[in-house]
């Protein structure tokens, strides 16, 4: 589960990444096959993944912060190689299962203290991770995010989306990615573009 290459030590420690473990991950980790075979089946078929992955440079190495079970990275798998990290070591394993024959690492961790040196990725990924965090952890992790890569691309619960209705209640609308807590990391936004239906906002984001 942990991968050595290219690792620094992680500040948060094992206990530090459970204690941050909130209860939208321990809901998560408990309705996995739903959000797998509904929420990521979803993304594949309207190729909201595939978007994300479009941007992503042929051989290049990548972390997908939040990663989940690996059903993002798994679209990835021929064109790129690297990390997927996770506060949920029990959806980190089936990400692991997942991944096994390709050429990507699953390491425990979370985002707010990335277990990376800087510059040791071509490009960052979150996909639906943001909305776990408050403004203030979305502001660390986007400068640790920006500290290990000098490219930040997402796709993130959007405002609009038909399903985030029964979401936005439950986190509430503030936890929504918004274009000034990106550049208040130290980041600007290069592209933002929020889809209708079942809306995902896609973005791209560089270290200035
Ligand atoms: C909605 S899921 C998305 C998973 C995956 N990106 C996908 O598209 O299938 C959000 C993920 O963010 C992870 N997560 C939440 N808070 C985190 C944190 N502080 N650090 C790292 N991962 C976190 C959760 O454990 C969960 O796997």
Redesign the pocket.
């Known amino acids: 589960m942990y991968c050595n290459s290219g690792l620094s030590k992680s500040p948060a420690g094992k206990e530090g990444?459970h204690a941050?473990?909130?209860l939208?991950?321990r809901v998560?980790?408990r309705i996995?096959p739903l959000?797998?075979e509904v929420?990521?089946v979803k993304?594949v078929e309207r190729g909201y993944?595939q978007k994300v992955a479009r941007e992503l440079e042929e051989g290049s190495r990548i972390l997908?912060?939040?990663?989940?079970?690996?059903?993002?990275i798994q679209t990835v798998t021929e064109k790129c190689y690297g990390i997927?990290?996770?506060?949920?070591d029990k959806?980190?394993r089936i990400a692991k299962e997942r991944l096994e024959e390709h050429p990507f690492d699953c390491v425990l961790?979370?985002?707010?203290a990335l277990p990376f040196r800087s510059n040791s990725f071509k490009a960052v990924?979150?996909?639906?991770?943001m909305?776990?965090?408050t403004d203030q952890?979305k502001v660390t992790?986007l400068k640790e995010i920006a500290r290990v890569s000098p490219t930040y691309l997402f796709?993130e619960v959007g405002k609009n989306a038909c399903w985030s209705a029964v979401l936005l209640k439950i986190i509430g609308s503030k936890k929504l990615i918004r274009k000034e807590i990106i550049e208040r990391a130290g980041l600007k936004v290069r592209e933002w573009h929020d889809m209708g239906g079942f809306c995902l906002i896609f973005g791209r984001a560089e270290r200035t």
Not at 84 to 88: A, M, P
Not at 109 to 112: K, L, N, S
Not at 125 to 129: A, L, Q, R
């Open positions: 990444v941050g473990k909130k939208i991950t998560l980790e996995y959000h797998d929420v990521a993304f993944y997908e912060v939040g990663c989940g079970t690996g059903r993002f997927g990290l996770d506060i949920s959806l980190l961790g979370t985002a707010t990924v979150t996909f639906t991770m909305h776990h965090l952890e992790a796709g």
